[in-house]
């Protein structure tokens, strides 16, 4: 009997023994998207059955995330590990902790299958397994996470903060919102091309060309010319030839257009020129067109020009015979006496012309009767003050009135 009972016992022993079971938990180096703070975040861990189980055993496990189940997809049901076998499965964990770092640990707990020889198994509880640790982003850790952070979270995290030249979510927005939210706008005194113009922004980009102006800073070319915004330092047109800004005849020729009697030259100046029937200074010996009439025109002027004064214009003269140069100093001859006479005649014709005119032969006649009565008046004078002033006496011979103190008689020259 006493033997009996020491046999069971020992069977006891060895069943309880084998249906023991036991399991270990890795957790590999992973690469992970980095979360943002709370949120969750899947990694992969490893659960393996010892070595030396006699039962196979399912496991479920538990993180600050919540309860799992082991299993390579982490649905449905556990997976069943045999002796040795691992098994891969994921869980999660939130993304909760201090500075951007999450420790939590995670607890694997394991049932055992009782078939076969796992008899009274021995259940060694939940394990639980410290170390995991993960990164996570957060409002204030230095950047701008897109999705989870925008211009609006600038009082928390500074790198969401708009630049100068834009705003955050701006009313009427110049453009399309950045990752962040930020946009340009109009007023903010930057131009931006791809939406701002002269039409709808003329604060940033500046007045259209036409617009009134009172500096360069008013405009959009920044020119402003004579009140006028322009993209160039001068405008066709406007009534202004802005030579000090380039306009000349050449590239605005309604506003420097030169006058009839020029022409516009390549450098853009207004110049005279040969042929405008104008006979401006230094064309009079070089433009017969202008101005005519001087040796070397190619024109003979019978009036002034001969063979023999301009040859280059009259021709070479032809040497005349005896009889044709006799004949022309006839004439010539002639002519100048024909001249000298109508001279003359010119004279005697002004002469009198002028004596003939009434008041002028009135005068003359005058003139000359003053001037005879005159000369009468002043001799007759004289000859009574020669009497009065000599004393006279007779001649003893002749009786001729001889001065006093005459010693001959003037008359008959005898002496007194």
């Known amino acids: 009997m006493n033997k009996f009972i020491c046999i069971s016992f020992l069977l006891l022993l060895t069943l309880s023994s084998v249906s023991a079971y036991d399991f270990s938990f890795e957790f590999p180096a992973q690469r992970y998207a980095k979360p943002y703070q709370n949120e969750l975040i899947q990694l992969e861990g490893r659960l393996i059955a010892a070595s030396d189980n006699t039962c196979d055993i399912v496991c479920n496990y538990q993180t600050s995330a919540g309860p799992g189940i082991v299993s390579p997809t982490g649905q449905g049901n556990p997976a069943r590990l045999s002796k040795g076998m691992p098994a891969e499965f994921p869980f999660s964990i939130r993304a909760d902790g201090s500075g951007g770092t999450a420790t939590t640990p995670i607890t694997i707990s394991c049932d055992a299958i009782t078939e076969g020889l796992c008899i009274f ?49 701006p009313s009427t927005p110049s453009g399309q919102e950045d990752q962040r ?96 029937n104008v006979c401006e200074p230094g064309e009079e010996h070089v433009c017969p067109q202008d101005c005519p009439g001087y040796c070397g025109d190619s024109r003979c002027d019978k009036d002034k020009e001969t063979c023999g004064s301009c040859p280059q214009d009259c021709g070479v003269c032809q040497k005349a015979s005896k009889e044709e140069e006799l004949a022309k100093n006839v004439a ?66 002749c009786q001729g009135k001889v001065e006093a103190d005459s010693k001959f008689c003037h008359h008959c020259g005898a002496k007194t």
């Open 332 to 397: 010539a001859e002639q002519g100048r006496q024909a001249q000298a006479e109508k001279t003359n005649q010119e004279r005697i014709a002004k002469i009198k012309g002028t004596l003939t005119r009434p008041p002028v032969l009135l005068a003359i006649v005058g003139g000359i009767g003053i001037i005879v009565w005159l000369i009468i008046h002043l001799r007759k004078r004289k000859h009574k003050k020669g009497e009065k002033a000599v004393a006279h006496r007779k001649c003893h011979k």
């Open 181 to 276: 939210g930020c946009a340009p706008f109009c007023g903010n005194g930057v131009v931006e091309r791809q939406y701002e113009n002269c039409n709808n922004c003329p604060g940033d980009v500046g007045k259209c060309d036409g617009e009134y102006c009172t500096s360069t800073r008013d405009c959009e070319g920044r020119f402003c010319v004579h009140t006028k915004c322009s993209h160039a330092p001068y405008i066709n047109g406007d009534s202004y030839c802005d030579n000090n800004a380039g306009e000349n005849c050449r590239n605005s020729v309604q506003d420097c257009g030169c006058s009839a009697t020029q022409q516009c030259n390549s450098a853009g100046r207004c110049e005279t020129f040969c042929g405008n």
């Open 121 to 169: 198994p021995q259940n060694p509880g939940a394990k639980t397994y410290q170390g995991i640790s993960i990164q996570y982003s957060y409002g204030g850790d230095g950047v701008c996470d897109i999705g989870h952070e925008d211009c609006a979270s600038a009082s928390i995290e500074p790198a969401c903060a708009c630049s100068r030249d834009t705003t955050c979510h």
